[in-house]
């Protein structure tokens, strides 16, 4: 969901793809402060938006290796207390052999993340220019971002946009 509608800025860059980017409801003000992000075309919210899914795709493959950093840590500060103890040979032997299994699982699932980590940009956004609309706050009202939309639509410089 989003507006669409040419707009030139005092400067003359041109931004026609305007998305909320948050919202926050001020009781105090009485007001509705809306996060516009604004792009030059759709494309470049469409690059940021891959973007940002290839960051999520990304933080769901780090679980498990987290997991796995957690278990070699467990392992190896057990080691080390039979170590300081100079005590059970045979569970330290076997300790050692889990932690490189493990160590290995996770060298394995990291080549996996690698091509991830190629393609991802830090602090990547195609926004040209972010803007907060002001909205009168109606207590009575249930605000969403359907409805946000259509008041924006409202006001002067969203006036005649399209719905994308």
């Given amino acids: 969901m989003a507006l669409v509608k040419k707009i030139e800025t005092d400067n003359g ?41 290839l960051i999520k795709e990304i933080e769901e493959k780090l679980v498990p290796i987290n997991e796995l950093v957690k278990e070699i840590e467990i392992k190896q500060n057990r080691i080390s207390e039979l170590i300081e103890q100079d005590e059970d040979e045979e569970e330290r032997k076997n300790l050692s052999e889990k932690v490189n299994e493990l160590t290995n699982q996770s060298i394995e699932l990291s080549k996996e993340l690698q091509p991830l980590l190629d393609k991802k940009q830090d602090n990547f956004s195609t ?33 005649d946009s399209e719905d994308d």
């Fill in 13 to 53: 860059i041109v931004i026609r793809y305007h998305k909320i980017h948050s919202f926050n409801l001020d009781s105090g003000k009485k007001t509705v402060d809306v996060n516009v992000k604004c792009y030059a075309r759709k494309k470049y919210r469409d690059m940021e938006k891959e973007n940002e899914e």
């Fill in 127 to 159: 926004s040209i220019l972010e803007t907060t609309v002001s909205l009168p706050l109606d207590m009575e009202k249930s605000y969403n971002l359907g409805t946000l939309y259509n008041e924006l639509k409202e006001t002067e410089l969203y006036r």
